[in-house]
């Protein structure tokens, strides 16, 4: 079987990883990545920024934090911004329940920040020792000429995390995937396993780009997107289990031990 072109879209595409340079499978794992990488940067910055920006300008004038503690002129609870992914909350009252105003929400308090969306909330670390003025405009510029490299910190974070994970699961999965080219007779040395396990991880991860890029667009709701971060393991392993299968036949007298040096 020749790697006339490997496609990690089809099972038989994702085979001729198998045979395939490593250097076109580390080529599909960056354009992958990269644009994952890309979309959750455009999600933070199209849906998640501008609620940042908006609840720095309903920041009134004497507001600032003192050794962790946030000095706020009034008292109770306050929206400061919102839409339907994300919004940012005061709440100075530790008993008090704000409710749930988006997906996912950020609760500032007096001592420590909420962070809450469906599936539960997480207190955060209480702010120690902090002490910041928090000015609007000052606030604003501050946040501003932040943004650009809080993105490139997302987006290289993104592509860190997604190659770690690839290359974690790929030596999990590459013995069965070799047991299976064993069991029916398929040529699948060592390096052949490990470069079509982790082409079998493409798919899934390209399934929940779209699915990503879907809730940002508001076309499916945030309990779709967590089906669609389930589902997007098992079509990693049905491409696992059914690549090997259009890998070339073996000949009838060189069948051995898949676990043996290549």
């Known amino acids: 079987m ?5 496609q990690p879209l089809t099972v038989g595409g994702t085979a001729q990883f198998a045979v395939a340079s490593w250097f076109r499978l580390w080529a599909a794992q960056f354009a992958v990545a990269l644009g994952c990488a890309v979309l959750v940067a455009w ?12 609840s720095i300008g309903a920041i009134p004038p004497g507001a600032a934090l003192q050794s962790g503690r946030l000095h706020w002129p009034a008292a109770g609870s306050k929206l400061l911004g919102e839409n339907a992914w994300f919004a940012m909350i005061l709440n100075l009252d530790p008993e008090g329940d704000t409710g749930q105003a988006a997906d996912f929400q950020w609760e500032i308090g007096r001592h420590s920040d909420r962070l809450r969306s469906l599936l539960g909330f997480l207190d955060l670390p209480p702010r120690h020792q902090l002490n910041m003025p928090l ?17 490139a910190g997302i987006a290289s974070g993104t592509m860190i995390f ?7 699961l790929m030596l999990v999965y590459a013995p069965g995937a070799r047991f299976i080219a064993f069991y029916f007779d398929r040529h699948c040395d060592a390096s052949g396993a490990l470069k079509l396990t982790a082409a079998a991880l493409l798919p899934g991860a390209l399934f929940l780009t ?15 997107l967590l089906i669609a971060f389930a589902l997007h393991f098992p079509i ?8 090997p299968l259009h890998l070339p036949k ?13």
């Open 135 to 151: 000015d609007p405009v000052q606030t604003l510029a501050w946040w501003t000429s932040f943004q650009p490299l809080l993105l």
């Open 2 to 6: 020749k790697p006339r072109f490997p």
């Open 210 to 224: 779209g699915a990503i890029a879907l809730y940002g667009l508001r076309w499916i709701p945030l309990i779709a």
């Open 250 to 262: 073996l000949n009838s007298n060189s069948k051995g031990n898949p676990f043996s040096p290549a």
């Open 162 to 168: 997604l190659g770690i994970s690839w290359v974690s």
């Open 43 to 54: 999600f933070c910055h199209a849906r998640i920024f501008p609620v940042v920006r908006q």
């Open 236 to 243: 990693g392993w049905i491409y696992v289990a059914f690549a």
